[in-house]
């Protein structure tokens, strides 16, 4: 049984550009979580995704957009980078959403952004 | 703002002593608590929870602590592996929301 999985592992782009990470949530869970984690400090909420639609937002920009398809894996787009947004991407996938079920994490996602 | 605080970012102890970890938070809305542990290169992993109504858990190695007047938990490890090694994260939920909310993470080395 395959855990979250994320891609790509790493990524470099440069500011004004635009990226796109992917999850795939553990088998069985329809509910992705988006987290950004910069150094030296714990993942920070962007945003939840359940039956498709974005259900709770955190304080990031507008920047920050995400979808979640029929087969509840999602993407998270970043568009017009800043350097700031170097961090650790983290999806995180639960069963029915909500802060009390498990969240299972992926290994994350490495942006750099140059 | 930083409603959970790890304010120990890290913890050095012997290997087979208590590990204690603190975490601190603000929010009183907060009714669930969660620890996650993450070694380099992989995602954080759950590893004990527990809920307001309730001021201690225990699984194995591992108890956490919940003082709702201090606004305060704690992880405890006993006896402490080098296996234990790692960073170790704070969350916390309120039932209104579907967010967590991270500290900033304490890193444990036990040393053999």
């Known amino acids: 049984d395959a855990g979250v999985t994320q891609s790509p592992t790493h990524l470099i782009k440069t500011r004004g550009q635009q990226v796109t990470l992917r999850c795939s949530p553990k088998?069985?869970?329809?509910?992705v979580s988006w987290y950004q984690q910069a150094l030296g400090q714990g993942p920070q909420f962007i945003f939840q995704?359940?039956?498709?639609?974005?259900?709770q937002r955190g304080n990031f920009p507008d920047r920050f957009s995400g979808h979640q398809f029929p087969n509840y894996s999602s993407e998270l787009n970043v568009n017009a980078l800043l350097l700031g947004d170097s961090a650790l991407y983290l999806c995180?996938?639960?069963?029915?959403?909500?802060?009390?079920?498990?969240?299972?994490f992926g290994p994350g996602t490495r942006l750099t952004v140059l | 703002d930083q409603q959970v605080k790890q304010n120990s970012p890290s913890l050095s102890v012997q290997e087979g002593r208590i590990s204690i970890l603190n975490c601190d938070y603000t929010?009183?809305?907060?009714?669930?608590f969660l620890w996650y542990k993450k070694y380099p290169a992989e995602g954080p992993t759950f590893l004990i929870s527990?809920?307001?109504?309730?001021d201690k858990n225990e699984d194995g190695r591992f108890t956490v602590f919940l003082n709702k007047s201090a606004k305060h938990l704690s992880l405890h490890i006993v006896p402490s592996q080098p296996g234990d090694s790692a960073v170790y994260f704070c969350?916390?939920?309120?039932?209104?929301?579907?967010?967590?909310?991270f500290g900033a993470g304490t890193r444990l080395t036990v040393k053999p």
């Open positions: 527990i809920s307001s109504i309730k």
């Open positions: 995704y359940y039956e498709e639609e974005e259900r």
């Open positions: 088998s069985g869970h329809d509910t």
């Open positions: 969350a916390a939920s309120a039932r209104l929301n579907n967010d967590m909310r």
């Open positions: 929010n009183s809305m907060f009714d669930y």
């Open positions: 995180a996938s639960s069963e029915g959403g909500g802060g009390y079920n498990e969240q299972f």
